[in-house]
C-alpha cells in the first residue's frame, strides 16, 4: 500500500535555530500534502496545505514565515521551522493526498 | 464548518470487554469517514474507512457503520485486548476529489487491563 515516510522522526534543537522536517510519498505521486501539529494529549490540528509548485495554502492562526513549506516535487514536501522556540516543541504529522495514509510523525524538542 | 466531535477519556476496560467509542460529525454533503489509531510513540494508522452512508468499515474485529440520519460513526469492538491501548481518532474527509483534508476529533484514550 502506500507509504508516507518523514524524516527525520525526532529532533531537538536550541531556541532560535531552523529546523526542516521532510515527508516523502514513496510509491505514489502527491500533488497535496498536508501538514498536521499534535500537541501532546490532543488532536491533530491542520496547519497547511502543500501544493506541488505553487504556494503553501495556510490555516488561520498559522504563521507561513514561521512554519516554510515548500513542495517542489510530486513526492516530496518539507517543513522548515524557522527560528525555532520552546512553544513550537511538538509533533508534526504528515499526508499526502490521494492516500489515507500519514507520515509516523516527526518529534521536535526545542531546548 | 465541519467538524467531528468524540466521547471524551480515557475509557478503561476489562479484556474482553465490549468497546463502544462514540463519534458524530457535522459536514456538509456526504464526506468519508475514518477511524485511526495511534500507538504510544507512532504515526496514526488508518483502522477502517467508509465512504458512503450505510458503509461498514472493519478491521482488526473493528466495525463502526455510516449513519447518516444520525451524523454518527460509533466505533465498536466485541472483545478488547490489551494491545487495543492506545489513543482512537474519529475523521472527516469532506467530498473533495483528489486530496484528503482530515478534521480529526480530539481523540479516546483507551486502556484495557489484563
Known amino acids: 500500500g502506500a507509504v508516507v515516510s518523514q524524516h527525520p522522526s525526532w529532533v531537538i534543537c536550541k531556541s532560535g535555530t531552523s529546523v526542516k522536517i521532510e515527508c516523502r510519498s514513496l510509491d505514489f505521486q502527491a500533488t497535496t500534502m498536508f501538514w498536521y501539529r499534535q500537541f501532546p494529549k490532543q488532536s491533530l490540528m491542520l496547519m497547511a496545505t502543500s501544493n506541488e509548485g505553487s504556494k503553501a495554502t495556510y490555516e488561520q492562526g498559522v504563521e507561513k514565515d514561521k512554519f516554510l513549506i515548500n513542495h517542489a516535487s510530486l513526492t516530496l514536501s518539507t517543513l522548515t521551522v524557522t527560528s525555532a522556540h520552546p512553544e513550537d516543541s511538538s509533533f508534526y504529522i504528515c499526508s499526502a493526498s490521494g492516500a489515507q495514509y500519514f507520515g509516523p510523525g516527526t518529534r521536535l524538542l526545542v531546548l | 464548518g465541519d467538524s467531528v466531535t468524540q466521547m471524551e477519556g480515557p475509557v478503561t476496560l476489562s479484556e474482553e470487554a465490549f468497546l463502544t467509542i462514540n463519534c458524530t460529525y457535522t459536514?456538509?454533503?456526504?464526506?468519508?469517514l475514518f477511524w485511526y489509531v495511534q500507538y504510544p510513540g507512532e504515526g496514526l494508522q488508518l483502522l477502517l474507512k467508509a465512504t458512503k452512508a450505510d458503509d461498514k468499515g472493519s478491521n482488526k474485529g473493528f466495525e463502526a457503520t455510516y449513519r447518516k440520519e444520525t451524523t454518527s460513526f460509533h466505533l465498536e469492538k466485541g472483545s478488547v485486548q490489551v494491545s487495543d491501548s492506545a489513543v482512537y481518532f474519529c475523521?472527516?474527509?469532506?467530498?473533495?476529489?483528489?486530496?484528503?483534508?482530515?478534521?480529526f476529533g480530539t481523540g479516546t484514550r483507551l486502556k484495557v487491563l489484563a
Open positions: 475523521a472527516l474527509s469532506p467530498p473533495s476529489s483528489g486530496t484528503y483534508k482530515y478534521i
Open positions: 459536514a456538509t454533503g456526504y464526506p468519508s
